[in-house]
């Protein structure tokens, strides 16, 4: 049976894009594109598309009030909402039109995997296919994660880059894993619950020609690690929930050495104490935490 997804439109002030996209991100939305009217730029049409068994139609209609409040909250017309079921072939394309090759950090340049590869780049070239998985470099904290893990790579002298190790836990797409590769990490293990998201990586790992023995992937998650290698980790990157985080820190820690370093992304501002919290009563030290919209990165060291 085919796979159906909930294309979302909403037709809305331009002023109210912002809130709309963030709205849409708290929902879950994967893949999400604008375009601003042509009989009138200041309006602009919204797609957002997720899977079907995620939602009900009523969690769609509750949605549709929420925007609405929030445009009324700043005297805005309240933005026009539709939502129909299409098929995963027409999710693809649908939203394959709207994702662009985007850059991120000083040195990364996601590159969709159906686009022609350009004869020359002056960043590094992550070419991706996402399927259903998340990691398309759009979301906040995917870039928080990507710009982290650049500035932790270019740090080290290009020999001692050679050897590190990292683990990606909830690699998705494995855009995270691939980067750390484009940026001179010797290894990266990765491990998602899901198993779309561990197909996803090794397709992308081939799209980029990078071998098997460089990003190892396996279904699990922090407790899979041990079972796929000796080596220890020198750098931890985990974009998922701040909740979900909050639960593997112990975990996290004890596939760590005392000169583990961590990046940890998707934690929503409000939530950062609470990540703080755990993370010091573990022994961790947050050396800097990044913002990016309603979003923070800890980058974060052993104590
Ligand atoms: C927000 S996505 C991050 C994807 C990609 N690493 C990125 O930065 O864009 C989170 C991923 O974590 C996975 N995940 C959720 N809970 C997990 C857990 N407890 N252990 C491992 N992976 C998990 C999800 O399946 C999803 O693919």
Known sequence: ????????????????????????????CRGMASERQKNDGNVCLVKAYLPQEQVKLLDL????????????????????????LIDEEDWASSWKQYWQPQEVGDRILIYPAWLPVPEKSERLLLRLDPGTAFGTGNHATTQLCLEALEMRLDDL??????DIVIADIGCGSGI????????????????DTD??????????????????????????????LPQMTQVSFDGIACNILADVIIQLIPQITSVSKPSTWGILSGILIDQAQSVADTLEHYGWT??????????CCFNVRRS
């Open 195 to 224: 198993i779309m998201a561990v197909n996803a990586t090794h397709s992308n790992r081939q799209l980029n020609q990078i071998s098997a023995d460089r990003i190892i992937v396996g279904q699990g998650s922090v407790l899979t």
């Open 176 to 191: 995270l894993s691939i980067a750390a590769i484009l940026l001179g990490a010797s290894q990266v293990y990765a491990v």
């Open 286 to 295: 947050v050396a800097t935490l990044w913002r990016r919209k309603e979003w």
């Open 157 to 162: 002298p290009n020999s001692n880059r050679e």
């Open 61 to 84: 209609a509750a949605l549709s009030l929420w925007l609405r409040q929030d445009a009324l909250l700043v005297g805005l017309e309240p933005p026009k909402m539709q939502w129909h």
């Open 1 to 28: 049976m085919a796979n159906h997804w909930w294309e979302i439109q909403i037709l809305c002030d331009l002023d109210l894009e912002e809130t709309i996209f963030w709205r849409l991100e708290d929902f879950g």
